[in-house]
């Protein structure tokens, strides 16, 4: 559970050390790319600890929201939508979503014996 | 499930999960990073970069529309720089030729070798009923040595420190000689600017005009200088009577 968070550690700490700079162009596609990513990082968190983790969904569900979520902000571009909003609604509830969802988890986690009452929280 | 053995099948996706969580990890620290150096430098989110790209266009056409204008106005400076010199060089040519024009005039102090002669009445004392013009130097002696260096190509000529130029007229006025508007007294003193020799000889020329005073006992002397001065002419010049023929009839 904790090699997860590590990684992620690690990878902000690379990101950090190596000045790789997103050409401006792509900010706002790399934004959304982003958080889409975060939304199936902690999606997957959530069936791990649900065990119904699939690593090829999970794998395909990060590379195609990314892509269509990028794909979708250049769309909006496109039209002169700002369709990327819905997207980060989306995301955003189904982050908040997940992480309702983790809590409960971990709190029946800690609280091994008590997991009905954690369930109703 | 954590400390629990599990097959390679859970340590695989935990793997994958380790990995995805890491690449966003990295996604992250370089957006953040790239986040934060637009708002340093541009002080706006990247939200708002396409407003910051068209003022950015409207500034750069607006850059290049005055750089166009300086481009202009250095050409026509230059021109205009053009144009002044040539009206610089217009006035010099003005210049010079006034100044020539003013040398020719004897308006302009010269210098240069050339002769001095002297000639005085004769101190030869007057016989009982002699004229006593036969001692004096008329104006007509003053005249016929000023005409003799002229004719040997002096240059400039003054008697007695007044410039002979033009208009100048040697006149008798009572025992003196009135030249241009001045009276001169004997001695008189004829300068004159040329080749010292040339006019040296000519002036000294048997039969010539000095030749015939020396007959008559006056005293005359012709020394050579190599730095004589001659002044400019004082008087005015009007006309009264004489105006250019063509312009204006």
């Known amino acids: ?121 | 499930m954590n400390g629990v053995p599990r097959p390679a099948r859970v340590d695989a996706r935990r793997a994958g999960f380790t990995v995805m969580a890491m690449a966003l990890g990295f996604f992250l620290a370089v957006q953040a990073q790239t986040e934060r150096t637009i708002e340093s430098r541009l002080q706006v989110t990247s939200g708002r970069l396409g407003e910051v790209a068209y003022r950015y266009r409207q500034e750069d056409q607006r850059q290049e529309r005055e750089r166009r204008e300086i481009e202009d106005l250095r050409l026509e400076m230059a021109e205009r720089e053009q144009q002044a010199v040539g009206g610089r060089r217009a006035l010099a040519s003005l210049e010079e030729s006034l100044a020539r024009a003013r040398m020719l005039a004897g308006l302009t102090p010269l210098r240069g070798p050339g002769v001095i002669v002297t000639v005085a009445d004769s101190s030869r004392p007057l016989q009982r009923g002699e004229d006593p013009n036969l001692v004096l130097i008329h104006y007509s002696d003053v005249h016929a040595v000023v005409q003799t260096l002229w004719a040997a190509g002096a240059e400039a000529i003054a008697v007695n420190d007044e410039r002979l130029v033009d208009r100048t007229g040697i006149s008798c006025v009572g025992t003196t000689i009135l030249c241009n508007t001045r009276r001169l007294a004997p001695p008189y003193r004829v300068t004159a600017i040329g080749n010292p020799d040339i006019l040296q000889g000519i002036v000294l020329a048997r039969g010539g005009i000095l030749d015939e005073l020396r007959t008559f006992d006056f005293p005359v002397t012709v020394t050579t200088g190599a730095d004589l001065r001659v002044p400019a002419y004082a008087g005015g010049f009007e006309y009264h009577y004489a105006r250019p023929v063509g312009k204006g009839g």
């Open chain 1, 1 to 121: 559970m904790w090699l997860p968070i590590l990684g992620l550690l690690v990878g902000l700490a690379l990101g950090l050390l190596v000045s790789v700079q997103v050409p401006l162009t792509y900010v706002k596609y790399s934004a959304i790319a982003i958080l889409a990513s975060v939304d199936t990082i902690v999606g997957g968190a959530r069936a791990q600890f649900s065990g119904t983790f699939d690593l090829r969904v999970f794998l395909s569900g990060f590379v195609v929201n990314t892509l269509f979520a990028a794909g979708l902000t250049a769309l909006g571009d496109l039209l002169g939508l700002d369709i990327y909003l819905g997207a980060v609604v989306a995301f955003s509830i189904r982050i908040f979503n997940n992480i309702g969802f983790i809590r409960r988890d971990l709190l029946g986690f800690v609280w091994r014996d008590r997991p009905a009452k954690a369930e109703q929280a």
